[in-house]
């Protein structure tokens, strides 16, 4: 078996272990004579995976009880949606941090059923390429909650220090550095992350709610969209795909065995900064966008001289077995996702392989 080293952006590589683990119990799930994908969702068995994975992420997280972890499906997409349905009462307006395309999206999707406005951007002439400080941020002190992108995906960017919404609720898009780092979660209303890129597979969004804000939800909401119906059934309100939180137990399992989200944290530093200091120590050849402060652990992007050099070392990556360091085609150039689950040393193999690339095309 020659499994390649893959920096795809999301569904994204997973450790080896969680799949190989997941692969000896998929045909007789712990003894019970079938796979876990053949189990009720409402019987005994997958009742205790669901509760494993939520008690695992509030253990991960330290998550305080103020908050509750929800399961839901439709991706992140379908929060950009259902965040103003929820949380934006009639009349009321919110507040949206602009800082790549995924903020884009949550913002005109926001504006379909209400008001929104921006408040503050990471534009610089005409390119995302940082993220706001606080004091650039205009606040509406009235406004329903405060969105934003902790990590920019296809930016390469990342909000290292959050921004303070005060008594407004701060909801984060988190779905590509989610549990990156230790965070506090009390300062957030809502945090909503699609597995498929630091905690799992794709077909399953975890949401870690401030329980108070259920009481805020419009009643003319249909009840399968209230975040409330979730919080009252513990997201059972109908199937939920099993498998994919089955997956992310796996993955939090994992956290748990490399040491939690310090560990990850440090892991994440020491990754991106083996691409970052290449890229800094050969500036006549590599090219990073962002600004240095807005700089992603996650997803760093980085330019070479030409597109053609781009596509060579794409092609040269792939041939040594690293594939999935394509830019979004919005943007182009290079971007290396390096999730938790990828490895430091496949991070060491990509940089080498790019430093003497540099070299022989520089
Ligand atoms: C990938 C991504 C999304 C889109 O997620 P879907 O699950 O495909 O809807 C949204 N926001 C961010 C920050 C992402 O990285």
């Not at 008690?55 to 399961?71: A, G, K, N, Q, Y």
């Not at 941020?137 to 390469?156: C, E, K, P, Q």
């Not at 050849?285 to 402060?293: M, Q, T």
Request: proline share 5%.
């Amino acid at each position: 078996m020659a499994r390649v080293i893959n920096f795809n952006a999301g569904p994204a590589t997973l450790p080896l272990s969680v799949l190989e683990h997941a692969q000896k119990e998929f045909l007789d799930f712990e003894g019970t004579g079938m796979s876990l994908l053949e189990h009720s969702h409402r019987g005994a068995t997958y009742a205790k995976v669901h509760e494993e994975t939520k008690s695992l992420l509030r253990e991960l997280l330290d998550i305080p009880d103020t908050h509750e972890v929800l399961f839901m499906q439709g991706g992140a997409s379908a929060q950009f949606a259902l965040v103003p349905m929820n949380l934006r009462g009639s009349g009321e307006s919110a507040d949206y941090i602009m800082t790549g395309a995924w903020s884009d999206k949550a913002l005109s999707e926001a504006k379909i059923t209400g008001d929104a406005r921006e408040a503050g951007t990471g534009k610089v002439d005409g390119h995302y390429i940082r993220v706001p400080g606080q004091s650039e941020l205009a606040l509406d002190r009235t406004a329903a909650y405060v969105h934003f992108t902790s990590n920019n995906t296809i930016m390469g960017t990342q909000f290292h220090d959050y921004p303070d919404s005060g008594e407004v609720p701060l909801v984060a898009d988190m779905s590509s550095d989610i549990l990156w780092r230790p965070i506090d979660v009390s300062k957030f209303g809502l945090i909503y992350a699609g597995a498929q890129k630091n905690l799992g597979p794709a077909g399953i969004t975890v949401l870690i709610l401030r329980k108070d804000l259920a009481e805020r939800i419009p009643k003319t909401l249909p009840k399968i969209f209230r975040y409330k119906t979730l919080l009252d059934n513990d997201s059972l309100q109908n199937t939920i795909p099993t498998f994919p939180v089955y997956m992310v137990r796996n993955v939090l399992r994992w956290v748990r065995e490399q040491g939690g989200a310090a560990a990850m944290e440090k892991r994440n530093r020491q990754k991106a900064g083996a691409i970052y200091g290449m890229i800094d120590e050969n500036p006549d050849f590599f090219r990073c966008p962002v600004e240095v402060e807005s700089r992603s652990m996650m997803t760093p992007v980085f330019r070479l001289p030409t597109e053609e050099l781009e596509k060579k070392l794409i092609a040269e990556a792939a041939a040594a077995g690293m594939v999935g360091i394509k830019g979004h085609r919005s943007v182009g150039g290079i971007r290396t996702s390096i999730y938790n689950a990828t490895e430091p040393a496949d991070v060491e193999k990509f940089v080498e392989l790019a430093r003497a690339f540099a070299k022989k095309n520089g």
